[in-house]
């Protein structure tokens, strides 16, 4: 088992211990030399998970996680769902003992299942239950294959205890398959030839993008394409898809260009029906159409290429114009060339020009940006933009990588500073389950440590308490990290939700609080942290505090060492 | 006699607007506005940009009591007349902060 795992190159495995996959764990250890992979010790099977998520979006590879098949899966699901939400490869092993005449009482019958997979299925790409150590190679080299093809998405592997702990005999005739990726298809040339028809001959294309780019190539080729069409591009975030630098990035009038648009694309795009409708979140639940008659929709993407049934992560159908299906980032050389050819001379002109009057449009959204940052500057919570501001000014000469979301900042990352590198930032949890958010992070700050990047992590409260030992994790493994918190001291949107909800019911909002803020205690971050060996200072409430306490920190993680600081700011 | 009374309206009115204001704070606070709009009326992702420099305050009035978006609107029942007044001395009362030219880290931003 150990053999295959290092035949596929992965370089860590994430697990609480247990004693269903005690054979391999000390495999790992003692035959494997706990190096290639190394194993990752982790207090929450979701924080397992959750680590190898981050990792596998800021490298582009799976880490392992393993668990057991029945209390360790449960734990990990939620997670599960946000890998497969958000099109992520990681790879699960189970342990699991079938024979009932070897299960040791007790214990090794609560901890095995028939089928461990059907409680996940829903929500991986692939499972299965290999009977013989020749099967276990092959659905394992089978099983990186499935999740490393877009559009990815977990597996999971149960690897039975017989298989683990027996002794090897014949072992001549186990033979490791060979590895062959699946090199991700392109739309289909006559399609994109008629996509780019569309958009060429268009007044107001609009390019928007989801979960494209993977590669400094990819995001030059979107560039290019941006540049050559002169469209405005709206970045939803899924990953980091255009540089946040560049004059064509418009992703904070996504709103009115939609509405002005006479064709527009979207690239691995997921809620294609939420960007061209206006669903607002009052009693009457209304719709209306965003885009004007006529609007043509062309949507290229992986996502039509595989979906199951019961979750409906899928979203709503979306009648679009033009749908091809094909990995975006691999379309795009010929999207570009057949958007090249179609281009007459005489309409350079035209293009041009409005290139450069999304230039200026840009330039007045950075300047606007820029004064409503100031406005509550030395505001009491600490303002977000003031949170995102300092930070930047700590981090932005270091080869920096955001290893966290940044919406419930109000996205003031991206509207200050410099994304300009495909690494820049790697998303969001995907299926918005909360809890991902610190085991993420130190995933990915592996990948930033290997790689000679500097992680940053903007630490929600609420999500921090879910599973607080990835601090720990963090810790003993020496994962440089640094966390600065967005403590709002509260589940804020559920703040917000009930509030809404006592509006409509004409009750008030005097209750909003209940269930739903983090108060009465405040919770001490900082003493947390400490508690499990972490550098932390908190809670910070005056905004002039933020840039040194950022220095001392920032010290400790260029030790090699994750710190955290506790900030209490606004709610968003 | 109008000399003088005029001469103690003038000399309460800025207490009177700075007690109202205080309490327009506590209002916006307990009401809820701060969720989405921030604590300064800064505005987020959430919310629009509240202060400095509100809305008037009939435009303001008009559009707490009969929106239909995604602002729940709050009737007279959930926040009275008297306490939309105050939340608008609030308002008012935040002045405009330094420029993003006038903070070093927002000027030197690209």
């Known amino acids: ?572 | 006699m109008r000399t003088l009374l005029l001469l103690a309206a003038l000399w309460t009115a800025p207490a009177m607007a700075v007690d109202s204001a205080a309490e327009g704070k506590q209002v916006f606070i307990r009401v809820g506005c701060y969720q989405c709009h921030g604590y300064a009326g800064q505005g987020g992702s959430a919310g629009l940009k509240l202060a400095p420099e509100p809305l008037p305050y009939d435009a303001l009035s008009t559009f707490v009591r009969g929106t239909t978006g995604a602002m729940p609107a709050y009737s007279t029942t959930l926040l009275p007349d008297a306490d939309l007044q105050k939340i608008y001395a609030y308002l008012k009362s935040i002045k405009k902060g330094p420029s993003a030219d006038d903070i070093p880290l927002l000027k030197n931003l690209q």
């Open chain 1, 1 to 572: 088992m150990v053999d295959v795992i290092r035949s596929l190159d992965v370089k860590y495995v994430a697990a609480n211990p247990g004693s269903s996959f005690r054979g391999l764990h000390e495999s790992l250890l003692n035959y494997g030399g706990n190096t290639k992979p190394e194993f990752l010790t982790c207090m929450h099977e979701e924080s397992s998970v959750a680590m190898a998520h981050g990792y596998a979006k800021a490298t582009g590879k799976p880490m392992l996680f393993l668990a057991h098949s029945t209390v360790g899966l449960q734990h990990a699901a939620m997670a599960l769902y946000n890998d497969w939400c958000d099109r992520v490869p990681v790879i699960g092993i189970l342990g699991n003992i079938m024979d009932a005449a070897k299960r040791r009482p007790n214990i090794e019958w609560l901890h095995t299942a028939q089928d461990p997979a059907a409680m996940v299925r829903d929500f991986v790409k692939w499972d299965d239950q290999p009977a013989s150590l020749q099967h276990f190679g092959e659905s394992l080299v089978r099983g990186h294959k499935i999740a490393t093809t877009p559009p990815m998405g977990p597996v999971i592997l149960v690897a039975d205890g017989d298989l683990q702990e027996m002794s090897l005999h014949g072992t001549a005739e186990l033979k490791i398959p060979k590895a062959s990726p699946t090199r991700p298809p392109q739309g289909d040339d006559a399609a994109l030839a008629e996509a780019a028809k569309l958009l060429v001959g268009a007044v107001n294309p609009v390019l928007i993008v989801d979960r494209v780019v993977r590669t400094a190539e990819g995001m030059a080729q979107l560039v290019t394409l941006a540049e050559t069409l002169g469209a405005p591009v709206v970045d939803q975030g899924g990953r980091m898809n255009f540089p946040t630098t560049h004059p064509l990035n418009h992703t904070d009038r996504a709103g009115g260009l939609i509405r002005g648009a006479d064709v527009i694309l979207t690239m691995e795009v997921t809620d294609v029906w939420g960007l061209i409708n206006e669903y607002i979140d009052n009693e009457e639940r209304a719709v209306s159409s965003k885009i004007k008659t006529g609007t043509k929709v062309i949507s290229l993407g992986t996502g039509d290429l595989y979906l199951k049934s019961n979750y409906q992560d899928f979203q709503r159908y979306a009648p679009v114009d033009l749908s091809i299906a094909g990995d975006a980032e691999t379309s795009l050389p010929a999207l570009i060339a057949a958007v090249r050819s179609a281009i007459p001379q005489s309409q350079q002109g035209a293009i041009a020009q409005r290139r450069d009057k999304l230039a200026q449009a840009y330039t007045k959204a950075r300047v606007a940006a820029r004064e409503a940052a100031a406005i509550a500057w030395d505001a009491r919570p600490i303002a977000t933009a003031r949170l995102a501001a300092e930070l930047w000014a700590q981090i932005k000469n270091e080869d920096w990588v955001l290893v966290s979301g940044e919406g419930n900042l109000s996205r003031w990352p991206r509207r200050l500073w410099t994304f300009d590198k495909h690494y820049r930032h790697i998303g969001h949890a995907g299926g918005a389950g909360v809890g991902y958010g610190i085991a993420a992070a130190v995933g990915a700050a592996i990948a930033c440590r290997d790689a000679g990047r500097f992680a940053v992590n903007i630490q929600t409260d609420g999500d921090l308490m879910y599973a607080p030992g990835a601090l720990w994790t963090a810790v003993h493994h020496k994962i440089p990290l640094l966390s600065v918190m967005h403590n709002n001291r509260a589940y804020h949107q559920e703040v917000m939700h009930i509030q809404r909800m006592a509006n409509w019911h004409n009750r008030g909002v005097d209750r909003a609080h209940i269930g739903t803020t983090i108060t009465d205690p405040f919770i001490d971050y900082a003493g947390l942290a400490k508690s499990m060996g972490m550098w932390a200072e908190g809670p910070i409430t005056d905004p002039a505090a933020l840039g040194p306490a950022l220095k001392r920190a920032i010290a400790v993680v260029k030790q090699g060492m994750p710190a955290l600081l506790d900030v209490v700011c606004q709610p968003r």
